[in-house]
């Protein structure tokens, strides 16, 4: 089947999609390279059976999962029908992946911190989508990818929790045992998590008898915390498993020890629902001893200026506008004698910048329950002129480590609309004040500069 999909390098699919290098297939998919939009951005296109109802379900999928937005998630840009030869296909474009982690596997299992990165990313998607009433449907490592110095998760079969796929895929070795009698569920996806993490160090999908009893066989040394996960992920019973939130509180603090990482190479821990970057680079993509299969070179994903607001899936609405504007500098006064009329201001006053997306952060329950009273932390974020943070610094980091952590985490994924000055988008900073109650987190935004 490779064969006869790499013939079509080089057709353009509808007039807007060239296909460039094929990138593999599966007995009912196939991907290309291609290129998006009106700076030709490089992205990947994804073939797919034409299903009974001529597409109208993955279309609504693919519609309310593109207005979705997580760091963790692939962007989807656009979708629809096509023939190729004498067949009808769905299509689905999104962001491009360098590499996934299935591709690793084969040659070597995860260190333990690479598994620590790979649960702490993959266990804030599933948060965000199970808070949703979304499910991913197929957690596999193959759909765990790299896109630049980030792990993302395919984004094409994300569905409501109940629905069934009209694609009518064949069950795999990551479907939890219910999944044929109930249909996909975010206990579902608890279950492919826990096969994905066991294949991850063992390199293997079904170690042994013992792995549908939750009872999983793990290699000797593997930190207790995975031990732990996989056992609570792999229950016969949906109602046993952990969900994403307990997951995601035992590995509260690291799993790995401190005494297990160089003093030489900055490790960004984001407590909770975080992520772990080492030297700037996914931690399985540093190089590997000879014989050992990498991850590949790190290639930095072009960014996307947003255009449009963005619905944050976890809030339930759309993101806030900024609450508080820039001051407007005074206007200067005329030399006196030379003109009655003062000068012309060749310097047009900045319009302000608003918030796109607003990220709340994610706390456990039981950290929230030690409160009295507020805990108060303030994040000062630096943002390009595409609305990017990057960069947060501490303001204010209040009395707990904890919270103050959980606050940086949430600033690194704001998302803002740039404030402009003759139509031309501005770099700014903003301050963002996080209360933290038994109640939850509050936080409100206030634009520092320009």
Same mark, same amino acid.
């Given at each position: 089947?490779?064969?006869?999909?790499?013939?079509?390098?080089?057709?353009?699919?509808?007039?807007?999609?060239?296909?460039?290098?094929?990138?593999?297939?599966?007995?009912?998919?196939?991907?290309?390279?291609?290129?998006?939009?009106?700076?030709?951005?490089?992205?990947?296109?994804?073939?797919?059976?034409?299903?009974?109802?001529?597409?109208?379900?993955?279309?609504?999928?693919?519609?309310?999962?593109?207005?979705i937005s997580h760091p963790h998630?692939?962007?989807?840009?656009?979708?629809?029908?096509?023939?190729?030869?004498?067949?009808?296909?769905?299509?689905?474009?999104?962001?491009?992946?360098?590499?996934?982690?299935?591709?690793?596997?084969?040659?070597?299992?995860?260190?333990?911190?690479?598994?620590?990165?790979?649960?702490?990313?993959?266990?804030?998607?599933?948060?965000?989508?199970?808070?949703?009433?979304?499910?991913?449907?197929?957690?596999?490592?193959?759909?765990?990818?790299?896109?630049?110095?980030?792990?993302?998760?395919?984004?094409?079969?994300?569905?409501?929790?109940?629905?069934?796929?009209?694609?009518?895929?064949?069950?795999?070795?990551?479907?939890?045992?219910?999944?044929?009698?109930?249909?996909?569920?975010?206990?579902?996806?608890?279950?492919?998590?826990?096969?994905?993490?066991?294949?991850?160090?063992?390199?293997?999908?079904?170690?042994?008898?013992?792995?549908?009893?939750?009872?999983?066989?793990?290699?000797?040394?593997?930190?207790?915390?995975?031990?732990?996960?996989?056992?609570?992920?792999?229950?016969?019973?949906?109602?046993?498993?952990?969900?994403?939130?307990?997951?995601?509180?035992?590995?509260?603090?690291?799993?790995?020890?401190?005494?297990?990482?160089?003093?030489?190479?900055?490790?960004?821990?984001?407590?909770?629902?975080?992520?772990?970057?080492?030297?700037?680079?996914?931690?399985?993509?540093?190089?590997?001893?000879?014989?050992?299969?990498?991850?590949? !070179?790190? +290639?930095? %994903?072009? /960014?996307?200026?947003?255009? =449009?607001?963005? *619905?944050?899936? #976890?809030?339930?609405?759309?993101?806030?506008?900024?609450?508080?504007?820039?001051?407007?500098?005074?206007?200067?006064s005329g030399a006196p004698g030379?003109?009655?009329?003062?000068?012309?201001?060749?310097?047009?006053?900045?319009?302000?910048?608003?918030?796109?997306?607003?990220?709340? !952060?994610? +706390?456990? %329950?039981? /950290?929230?329950?030690?409160? =009295?009273?507020? *805990?108060?932390? #303030?994040?000062?974020?630096?943002?390009?002129?595409?609305?990017?943070?990057?960069?947060?610094?501490?303001?204010?980091?209040?009395?707990?480590?904890?919270?103050?952590?959980?606050?940086?985490?949430?600033?690194?994924?704001?998302?803002?609309?740039?404030?402009?000055?003759?139509?031309?988008?501005?770099?700014? %900073?903003?301050?963002?004040?996080?209360?933290?109650?038994?109640?939850?987190?509050?936080?409100?935004?206030?634009?520092?500069?320009?």
């Amino acid at each position: 089947m490779s064969d006869a999909w790499k013939q079509w390098e080089g057709h353009i699919v509808e007039g807007r999609f060239p296909l460039r290098e094929f990138q593999g297939s599966t007995d009912h998919s196939a991907v290309f390279v291609t290129c998006f939009g009106s700076m030709q951005e490089k992205a990947a296109i994804k073939f797919l059976p034409v299903p009974g109802d001529g597409g109208q379900w993955s279309f609504q999928q693919w519609e309310r999962t593109s207005a979705i937005s997580h760091p963790h998630l692939l962007r989807l840009f656009a979708w629809g029908k096509c023939q190729l030869s004498e067949a009808q296909f769905l299509y689905v474009v999104s962001e491009f992946a360098e590499e996934n982690l299935g591709q690793v596997l084969p040659g070597r299992p995860l260190t333990a911190q690479e598994t620590e990165f790979m649960l702490h990313s993959t266990v804030e998607v599933l948060g965000y989508l199970h808070g949703a009433r979304l499910v991913h449907t197929r957690l596999k490592p193959a759909n765990l990818m790299a896109v630049g110095d980030d792990l993302k998760l395919a984004s094409d079969s994300i569905c409501a929790a109940g629905e069934r796929n009209t694609l009518a895929l064949a069950a795999t070795a990551y479907d939890a045992p219910e999944f044929t009698a109930v249909g996909p569920s975010a206990a579902g996806d608890i279950w492919s998590l826990g096969v994905t993490l066991v294949e991850a160090l063992t390199q293997k999908v079904a170690p042994g008898a013992a792995f549908r009893e939750g009872q999983a066989i793990l290699p000797e040394g593997t930190p207790d915390t995975f031990l732990q996960i996989a056992r609570e992920c792999l229950r016969l019973d949906p109602e046993r498993r952990w969900t994403s939130r307990e997951i995601a509180a035992h590995l509260v603090p690291a799993a790995v020890p401190r005494k297990a990482r160089s003093p030489l190479v900055p490790v960004a821990l984001v407590v909770g629902l975080g992520i772990v970057l080492v030297g700037g680079r996914l931690l399985w993509r540093q190089p590997e001893p000879k014989g050992n299969a990498g991850f590949g !070179p790190t +290639v930095v %994903s072009p /960014s996307v200026t947003p255009t =449009t607001p963005r *619905v944050d899936a #976890s809030q339930g609405q759309p993101p806030a506008a900024a609450l508080d504007k820039s001051p407007e500098p005074a206007p200067a006064s005329g030399a006196p004698g030379v003109s009655d009329h003062p000068p012309a201001d060749p310097s047009p006053k900045p319009v302000p910048g608003a918030v796109l997306e607003k990220i709340l !952060p994610s +706390v456990s %329950s039981r /950290s929230l329950d030690t409160i =009295t009273g507020k *805990v108060r932390v #303030s994040v000062k974020v630096a943002v390009d002129a595409s609305g990017y943070v990057t960069e947060t610094n501490l303001a204010s980091p209040g009395p707990s480590q904890y919270f103050a952590r959980a606050a940086l985490a949430a600033a690194r994924r704001w998302r803002f609309s740039p404030p402009t000055r003759g139509g031309e988008a501005l770099a700014s %900073s903003w301050m963002l004040r996080f209360a933290f109650s038994r109640e939850g987190a509050k936080v409100e935004p206030a634009q520092l500069s320009p």
